[in-house]
């Protein structure tokens, strides 16, 4: 089975949590941003279902760096 590989959505989200600390980064948090993302990146999902899973995806972001040292949000 190849690996599946990451859309746009997931890419950039993975590296948005490249910046953060690895404890944030490899978070219960974190996972369910990265599910979204490739929810996202699914073209299967309808367009209803793509705009709810962004706002949640742009929460969950905004939670992760809000727990970010000070340092790692400038």
């Known amino acids: 089975m190849a690996a599946r ?5 997931e890419a950039a989200l993975k ?9 944030l980064a490899s978070s219960a ?3 369910t ?3 979204l ?3 996202l990146d699914d073209g299967g999902n ?4 793509k705009a709810l899973c962004a706002r949640a995806l742009a929460e969950s972001l905004e939670k992760l760096r809000a ?4 340092k790692v949000r400038e």
């Open 29 to 31: 948090l974190a996972a």
């Open 33 to 35: 941003a990265l599910q």
């Open 15 to 23: 590296r948005d949590l490249k910046a953060l600390p690895a404890d």
């Open 46 to 49: 309808p367009a209803s279902s």
């Open 5 to 9: 590989r990451a859309g746009p959505v």
């Open 37 to 39: 993302a490739r929810e």
């Open 67 to 70: 727990l970010a040292p000070e």
